[in-house]
């Protein structure tokens, strides 16, 4: 091993690799990952030099990145950087944040969550072409030697890089998100995920228990599950299908949407519970007039 620790400690996981040695059809991983890996750094670069044009001259030398040594356990190999004068220059910086960029962008692939907001979009592409040695058995595991993190890269991690990169598509949910919005007349409520307003078709159904989870959306949550819209990044941008709602909050024990209340039953509980004095103030012809009561700024 060099001099210095390493950035990412690479184990080739699978049959193959049992005998603790590495087949040479398997090297060009390493190419691939080292350009993705020298790409995202140039981005980093650049957003924390915005005053600066043109990258510095011959960055590449900087974010170059070498083997030293091959360890047993299957196939473990450390990814340093090559340039030794590196660890004492600011570029260091950006080269470990774009190894710990790169890994969490695999592990959201992985996992199938959402990419970090400042992963840039040009390298997700690139992740195409890594990993295209590895056969069904197989995955590369990505650790980072200092918080011990492990992101696994694999022949369907690959897969769903180009799913993100290609185009949008739909995938299926199982999410907790809170009711912030309900409109029975167009037949759709809204739920906030991750800070993102997300529309959801309301079936007649589930419009008692999405009243419900509106009305209390201070300390219940819903959890929702079906088939929704993503962007190629992995963002959820509209819910197409609903196939489960339930209430979950401290205080409410879950309701199954065909065990509540009927929608309508509850607004007249609603009615109901108004003081008399107070149902006294409303004018007679409210019903007929309601937009004039509405809307109009006469006193």
Known sequence: ???????????????RFDDHGIDLDVLPEFAVYHKIVCETAKVLWRTLNPGRERLKRNIEEDFRLKIFEINHGSVSVPIEAANPQIYLLPEFDVLR?????????????????RFAPNLPNTII???????????????????NPK????????????????????????????????????????????????????????NDDDKGLIFDALQ??????????????????????????LTKVQIIGHDIAPIVANNVMPFWQ??????????????????????????????SSEG
Not at 125 to 143: A, N, Q, V, W
Not at 192 to 198: A, F, G, T
Not at 277 to 284: M, T
């Open 1 to 15: 091993m060099g001099e210095h620790s390493p950035l990412s400690i690479h184990t080739f996981k699978g049959q």
């Open 97 to 113: 944040q774009a190894v710990d960029m790169v890994q969490d962008a695999i592990a959201c692939a992985d996992g199938r969550t």
């Open 125 to 143: 592409p690139m992740f195409s072409s890594y990993g295209k040695t590895l056969r069904d058995d197989e995955f590369i595991e990505h650790r």
């Open 147 to 202: 918080t011990g993190q492990v992101a696994n890269f694999s022949r369907a991690t690959r897969d769903e890089f180009e799913r993100r990169s290609l185009a949008s598509y739909t995938d299926e949910f199982d999410i907790l998100a809170q009711v912030i919005m309900m409109n029975v007349h167009r037949t759709k409520f809204s739920i906030l995920v991750d800070k993102d307003e997300i529309e959801a078709p309301l």
């Open 216 to 241: 209390n959306h201070e300390r219940v949550k819903v959890r929702l599950a079906g088939e929704a819209n993503y962007t190629p990044d992995g963002v959820m941008t509209k819910i197409i299908e």
């Open 266 to 295: 509850r607004i007249a509980e609603i009615g109901e519970a108004i003081p008399i004095e107070e149902l006294a103030k409303i004018p007679k012809d409210a019903s007929s007039k309601l937009d004039h009561y509405l809307y």
